[in-house]
Every structure is written in C-alpha cells, then in structure tokens.
C-alpha cells in the first residue's frame, strides 16, 4: 500500500536555527498538508497547499513558516528561526481523488 | 466545545472488556476517522466512516455516526493489553479537501 514518508524522523536544533521537514507525497496525490501535535496535546492544522499554492493556514503557520515542493516531487515545512515553543511532532498528509488524508509517520522537531 | 471533543479523556479497563469512545464535533462533515497513537509516536489510521454511512466495522472496531447528533462512537471489543494507547476522532469538513480537525482525544488503558 502506497505511503506517505517523512524525513528525518528526529530532528534536534538550537534555537534560532532554521530547519527544514521532507515529506514525500503519495505518487499523484495533489493535495498537502502540514500538521503539529506539541507533547501532550492534540493534533493540530497548520497549512494545506495545493496548486503550489497556499489554500489554507491556521494562526500558527506564521512568517516563521513556509512550504513549497522543490522539485515536484517532496514537499517541505521550512521554519526560519526555531524556537523553543516549535518543539513538537511534525505531521505531513496528503490527498489525492478520494479526498481521504493520508498522514506520514510524523518528524519529532526537538529545539534545545 | 471544540470542534471534536471526546470522552472519556481517560479510560481504564480490564483485558477482555470493551471499550467505548465517544466523540462530539460541531460543524457539517465529509467524513469522520479514528487514530490511535502510543504516547510519542505517529498516528495508526483505524477506520473511516463517511457522511452518509451510520456505522462501519473492522475487525474489533465499531464505529458508528450520529449527524444528525455530530457525534461518533467507538466500540474495541475484547479489549487487549495492545490497545494501550490515546484514540482521536478527527473530522474532514464537507465541501472538498478541507483539512482534518483532530478531537483531544481519549486515554485508553487496558489493564493485563
């Protein structure tokens, strides 16, 4: 069964450094998405893209945050100045003709 | 309330019991899923029940929807030690490739 991959899966990084999350998509899948879960907490939408466009973001995904598939294929959340707050489990999903979501196995972003 | 809400936040039962999760949400739907999740990790996609479907069965699993109520069960019979993990509904709002608004879940402990 196709799946959705994420790297790394394990990220440590200094506060203020920028980082950048791989997911590769489902092949033919159109529709992406990101979200985070902070320990403890819920699941949580951060941005969908489709068109390489932005069709959706929550408050969160601030000027600190942005997506874009490099190279038609990955699909990455880049944050520009990690803060300690950031620390959480990075989830990518995707879609594609059913409209069901399909959620990779998750990035644990740790900042120190 | 938020939109998915479950309860009991926190479950604990005896091996070989059922265990049932409810869930509330407050606007139209797509569809509704259930994940579980051991502390830490990624998300297992459990089962998927559309709008216009009342209740879907796989294996174990249970799940029945209410729109007219918003709301969503899930049913684990005979309940094993494995199960140990949290449970989240998560809605797809109606009208396309919305994204998915996870519920805060339920703590299930299923006790040896």
């Not at chain 1, 403890?40 to 939408?45: A, L, M, N, P, R």
């Not at chain 2, 938020?2 to 139209?28: F, R, V």
């Not at chain 2, 502390?39 to 699993?61: A, D, F, M, Q, T």
């Amino acid at each position: 069964e196709p799946e959705v991959t994420q790297t790394p899966s394990h990220q440590v990084t200094q506060m203020g450094q920028e980082v950048i999350l791989r997911c590769v998509p489902i092949s033919n899948h159109l529709y992406f998405y990101w979200y985070r879960q902070i320990l403890g907490q819920k699941v949580e939408f951060l941005v969908s893209f489709y068109n390489n466009e932005i069709s959706e973001k929550s408050e969160i995904f601030d000027d600190q945050f942005s997506v874009e598939r490099p190279d038609g294929s990955n699909f990455t959340l880049k944050i520009r100045s990690t803060k300690l707050e950031d620390s959480a489990m990075y989830f990518c999903a995707t879609a594609g003709g059913s409209y069901e979501q399909y959620f990779g196995p998750g990035t644990r972003l740790t900042v120190t | 309330s938020q939109q998915g809400e479950e309860d009991p936040q926190a479950l604990s039962i005896q091996e070989g019991e059922n265990a049932t999760m409810n869930c509330s949400y407050k606007t139209s739907i797509n569809n509704l899923q259930w994940y579980r999740q051991n502390s830490g990790r990624g998300l297992v996609h459990l089962i998927l029940i559309r709008s216009n479907e009342r209740e879907k069965h796989s294996g174990r699993l249970r799940v029945t929807l209410d729109t007219s109520k918003k709301s969503s069960s899930l049913l684990i019979t005979a309940s094993r030690a494995a199960d140990t993990a949290s449970y989240f509904c998560a809605t797809t709002g109606s009208g396309g490739y919305q994204k998915v608004t996870f519920g805060t879940g339920t703590k299930l402990q299923v006790i040896p």
